[in-house]
Structures are given as C-alpha cells and as structure tokens.
C-alpha cells in the first residue's frame, strides 16, 4: 500500500538533514507506529507523504510509492493537482490539534461535508446523511447537533471523534493518525484507538500510527519503526520490537516507559499519623451566568509528612482546583477547612483565617511545580533570575548569596551552574521543568505541589524528572502533592492514592492495595485504560465503558441515590476508603 524509500527532507540553511534517509513500507490492513521522542522527525515523515511540509523545508532525496503493483505512484514525484485528487480521498490524516487543524469559522457538519463534495462525487443531501451516518459511527450522543455545532462548542474528546470522522468519511485507503489521542484522558484514548482498530477492520484500510507512547503502540500497531534525530534505529514486528529490542535506544525507550505492575510500591497501611496538610469539607463553585459549576464538593484528604499522596483523575474531576486551594491561589467556598502543620505536634494553623506573618510563612513553606516547563517560566529573564526571585520577594538573602544559593540549586536538580545567564528557550522541555523544580526549592519548602509536572515531556525525560522528584524528596524530607491523569507515572511515585471524578473523591488507598484490588468501578477503569507497553495485555475496553460511563449505570452499591446524591466515602479496608452504599 505504501513503500518509503530513503525519505530525506532538509531545512532551508539547516546544516543536516532533519529526515534521514527513513525508509519502511505498510501493506493493506496493516498497523504502522512510527515511535521516538520529539524532533526525531515522525510528524515530518507524515507530513511529505501528503505534501503538506512546513515553509522552509523540502524533500531532498528518496521516494514514496503509494498503491499496489504497477499501480502505484510516487507521491513525491506527483503535480499539485494530483495530490490534491489523493488527499482526503485515498489518503487521510488525523492531525494532533484538533483546535488548530479544524476551522473555527465552519460548522462540523460542513467541515466534513466538504471532504465528500471534493472528492465523494455526492450532492449535499446525501453528503449530510453521510456524515452523520459517521457521527454517529464514531460516537456522537448527538449526530445532528454534533453536525451543526462549531468546534468550539465541543470538548475535545468530541472535537477528535470529529476529527476521525472527517478522515474516514470518505473511507480512505491510508490512515495517517499523528498522536491523534494525546489531548485525551485515558478513558477517551482507549475509547478512539478501539474505535480506529474497529473501523480498520470495517474498511480494510492501512493506518500510519505516530506517537510517543509505547502504551498505544503496543495496543494498536503490527510493526514498528522507531525514529531518532530523523533516522530510523530499529524496525519490525511489533511482539519482537517491544519485547526484544535489540537497540540500544529502544531498549532505553522501554525502561523508561511507565508500567504499573512493574512500579507498584510496597504495601502500606494507608493510614496518616501526622499529616502536614488536610482538608475538612472543603468545596469550590465556580459561577458562569446562570450555571453553577461544582468543582469541588465537600473534599476530605490530607498529606502526611514526608509522604507522596498522588491525586488522580481526568480532565475536570478537580485535581488542579484542589492545588489551587492549597496554594492559597484561590478561596474555598464557605464552610470548608484547609490546615497547615509545621511541626509534628504542634496546633494546626487555620490557612483560611491565617494572616500577616502567618501566611507569609505558608507561602515559604508550600511551593508549586507547574504543568507546562514552556509556560511557567518567564522568556524575559534568565534562568538565575527566575530561580532567585523567590528569594528576592521574601528578603531571604543579600544578591551575593543569592548567587551561591542559585548555583547549588541548579546542581542540585543536575543543571550546569554555568548556565545561570542563559535565558529559558535555550533549554529542552526537560531542563525546563528542572528550572522550575530549582525555582520551586528555593525556599526550602516542607510541601511541594506538583501539578501534572511531567505530563509535557517525552517518557525518557519525564522518567528523568519522576527519578528527580524522588530522590530530593528522600534527600529533603519533602512532602509531596502529585496531581496527574497517568497511573503508572503515579505507581513509581505515590505512598497512597486519592481518585477524583466530578469533584469526589471516588476511592483512597496504597497504590500496592490500588492497583491490584480496586473496589470502584470508575477506578477499575482508569487502571483497564492505561495502556502498557505489552503486547499480551490489550486495553479491556468493556471495563473501561463500565467505569467511565454514567453513574446511574455502575453497579448498585456505587450509584448515587433516587435523588442524585452520591454514595458516602467508606473505610472498606484499613487504609483503603471507596464511596459506595455502607
């Protein structure tokens, strides 16, 4: 279906080539992953089999035969006009964004339309029962108002379902998906790459996978070809390149993938003795004219000292509301209590009445690691003053120690002190977050929260940070806070586990107890959702539909009462709490 043979593409002035003599082939029916970190060249690869490179670059060598036999032809070799009569019809592309790649001045409906007025040889009515015939196929609770809705107006699962219906509408022959599930909570993401396999298996087309997770790989590709600084480093079976890489790189992509069997840590009771942070009750609502958004509703969790408590769930169960509210960033609604621990011992300080000195001191003593290295860092000033702000908002030290302090911290989260002048976009997303994690210890902090900090990164780097993260909080004796939507970066983390949906906590325990014994069936669907970089163990997308579907639909003891109210939170274990009917 399509052979590419030495693909080279350069960048105008560029001294090297950014694709490299690439080459691997993807026969009818068949899965392709093209696997490696950002800047290996996967999304450039796609992007020259459509002819839709970025200004500046060119195809310099190489080809690409797209059909079969004498049939085939090499797209790089072909006018405009005759990638224009492939494009959308022979050959599709689910792009990453969908936010970017979908016009925001059409409607979905006619978005899609458009691909089967171009190329579908159809009028517009039967272009409209085609398309929603598709919305419906992909998953829309609402074919027609799916189809005159902007893309705005939807949230981004149903923004990428859109974007899948769009390439499959005209069913192609070649389905190119360039990390089509990376802006989606776990529960979605098992949702669309079933989705894609159940469509392939419809339709008989080809599907050119790119991505960076060896999770989705393993669960969707039947060969691999794994990519790096624009050259291929290994290809071939998917069983045999997953499980017996024979590259050094691959095999360094494996063990820094994140696995929940393999991470779990040992058993604990679960149990807080002497917590640094709790919450009592507290609840956030959030008023958008006449709607009422709950974010939080009556959360009870706490921190212990010198402990890692994980908090997970998807996009607006409430974790980063809740690190908001820790950091004092926001109030709470009334009622609620928020208490802060200095010594073990010693009374708690009220946070929500504290003032003064009292809440200057908090602010020392509590500091944030923020979800994206790239935004959390000002472009304006270098990274030693990025780093020695905290010290100069706070009085800590005069400038000549603030140096010294700046330099051992920048060695202490393993940057070269030398690179103090530098300025932040001179750094990898990598040596970013460490800036941030530099900035966030400046103070010598008894609580650091930590908001999605490697959700941004490539798995090597992110393993990096996690390692980092453990090993100062070892060496410091910090207590963490870890917001993220990934279980297995969690597992390697976490000394207990907080779910969240919709504002609840739905179960609380070890992760060891967790992850192996889960009682609710939501948590039992984030756990079948994350996909492992094993090719023996699919994602179970019946288990994920049962979670992540309505509550009213959950096994009794997990429903919410005739009157919609929520089950209570109950200790079904010692150290183990899940919210069901006692």
Not at 317 to 323: D, E, F, I, R, V
Not at 402 to 425: C, I, K, T
Request: proline share 7%; charged share 20%; hydrophobic share 45%.
């Amino acid at each position: 279906m399509l052979k590419v043979e030495g693909l080279t593409i350069r960048f105008r002035n560029a001294p090297h080539p950014v694709v490299d003599g690439v080459g691997f082939s993807i026969g009818g029916g068949q899965s392709v992953a093209l696997v490696g970190e950002s800047g290996s060249g996967k999304t450039l690869t796609c992007r020259s089999i459509l002819g839709i490179l970025p200004r500046g670059a060119t195809v310099t060598g190489g080809s690409i035969l797209f059909g079969h036999g004498a049939e085939a032809v090499d797209l790089l070799r072909l006018p405009p006009s005759g990638l224009r009569d492939i494009r959308g019809s022979r050959i599709s592309m689910i792009f990453q964004e969908p936010m970017s790649a979908l016009s925001p001045l059409h409607t979905i409906g006619d978005q899609t339309m458009e691909v089967l007025r171009l190329h579908g040889n159809c009028n517009r009515t039967s272009a409209r029962d085609r398309c929603l015939a598709m919305f419906e196929r992909v998953g829309f609770p609402d074919p027609v108002r799916a189809f005159r809705s902007y893309p705005f107006q939807l949230s981004g699962g149903l923004r990428q379902r859109a974007m899948i219906a769009m390439a499959m509408v005209a069913r192609p022959q070649l389905l190119i998906a360039d990390e089509p599930t990376t802006a989606l909570d776990v529960t979605l993401q098992a949702q669309v790459l079933a989705l894609i396999k159940e469509l392939q298996g419809e339709t008989g087309m080809a599907v050119l996978l790119v991505t960076h997770d060896l999770g989705v790989v393993a669960n969707m590709a039947d060969a691999v070809v794994v990519m790096r600084a624009g050259r291929v480093m290994e290809s071939g079976a998917c069983a045999d390149v997953l499980g017996r890489p024979l590259h050094g790189y691959t095999r360094k992509l494996m063990a820094a993938a994140p696995s929940i069997p393999e991470m779990v840590c040992a058993e604990g009771s679960g149990a807080v003795h002497d917590p640094i942070l709790e919450f009592h009750g507290v609840a956030k609502t959030y008023e958008r004219g006449t709607v009422r958004i709950h974010a939080l509703a009556g959360v009870d969790l706490s921190v212990g000292r010198g402990e890692t408590l994980a908090i997970v769930g998807e996009s607006g169960s409430g974790k980063t509301t809740l690190a908001r509210l820790a950091m004092l960033a926001e109030r709470p609604d009334p009622g609620g209590r928020l208490l802060f621990r200095a010594s073990a011992g010693e009374p708690p300080l009220d946070l929500l009445s504290a003032a003064g000195p009292e809440l200057t001191a908090y602010r020392r003593r509590a500091q944030m690691v923020f979800q994206d290295p790239y935004a959390s860092l000002s472009p304006r000033m270098s990274v030693g003053e990025i780093i020695a702000e905290p010290l100069a908002i706070h009085g800590v030290c005069g400038r000549g120690e603030g140096r010294e302090r700046v330099r051992a911290l920048m060695a202490q989260v393993g940057l070269d002190p030398a690179w103090a002048n530098r300025y932040p976009h001179a750094f990898s997303g990598g040596q970013r977050q460490r800036i941030g994690i530099a900035r966030a210890l400046a103070l010598d902090p008894q609580l650091l929260i930590c908001d999605e900090p490697t959700s941004a990164l490539d798995v090597s780097v992110q393993a990096q940070v996690l390692d980092l993260l453990e090993s100062i909080k070892q060496r410091l004796g910090l207590s963490l806070m870890f917001i993220s939507h990934d279980l297995a970066v969690v597992a390697r983390l976490a000394d207990r586990v907080a779910v969240m949906r919709a504002g609840r906590v739905m179960e609380e325990a070890p992760p060891a107890i967790l992850f192996s014994a889960p009682l609710h069936p939501y948590t039992r669907a984030l756990i079948a959702a994350s996909p492992e970089p094993d090719v023996n163990r699919p994602i179970d997308v019946a288990t994920v539909a049962l979670g992540a579907g309505r509550p009213d639909l959950w096994p009794e003891p997990f429903r919410p009462t005739l009157d919609g109210a929520p089950p209570p939170l109950v200790e079904a274990a010692p150290g183990h709490f899940v919210r069901r009917a006692a």
